[in-house]
Nanobody
Framework: EVQLVESGGGLVQAGGSLRLSCAAS????????IGWFRQAPGKEREGVSC????????YYADSVKGRFTISSDNAKNTVYLQMNSLKPEDTAVYYC??????????????WGQGTQVTVSS
């Protein structure tokens, strides 16, 4: 069973940093891409970043380019999202999910609980 568990969220002031973790199990980690998504109150869930575990290619939404960095530790089956220079508009529940490849629109498995990120102004 595909399982991904997010952690690392919290309350931070604007300009601050957080590092989110996504621990994966139940599938061959190196064969999939892992994406980070977020959903703010009253808004649609949106893709934030993605990393291909096989070749390390990374993708970022324009809104987070230059501020967020995604990385993968294949030995730990864990993907991280380092978030710097946080803005109030980054406030959302952050989710991670596995995909066949980063450009895929369908996730493998189901959504997890997510982790809340709140950025105060």
């Amino acid at each position: 069973e595909v399982q991904l568990v997010e952690s690392g969220g919290g309350l931070v002031q604007a300009g601050g940093s957080l590092r989110l973790s996504c621990a994966a199990s139940g599938f061959t980690f190196e064969r999939y891409a892992i994406g980070w998504f977020r959903q703010a109150p009253g808004k649609e869930r949106e893709g934030v970043s993605c990393i291909s575990s096989s070749d390390g290619r990374t993708y970022y939404a324009d809104s987070v380019k230059g501020r967020f960095t995604i990385s993968s530790d294949n030995a730990k089956n864990t993907v991280y999202l380092q978030m710097n220079s946080l803005k109030p508009e980054d406030t959302a529940v952050y989710y991670c999910a596995a995909k066949v490849e980063c450009i895929a629109t369908i996730i493998v498995g189901s959504w997890g609980q997510g982790t809340q990120v709140t950025v105060s102004s």
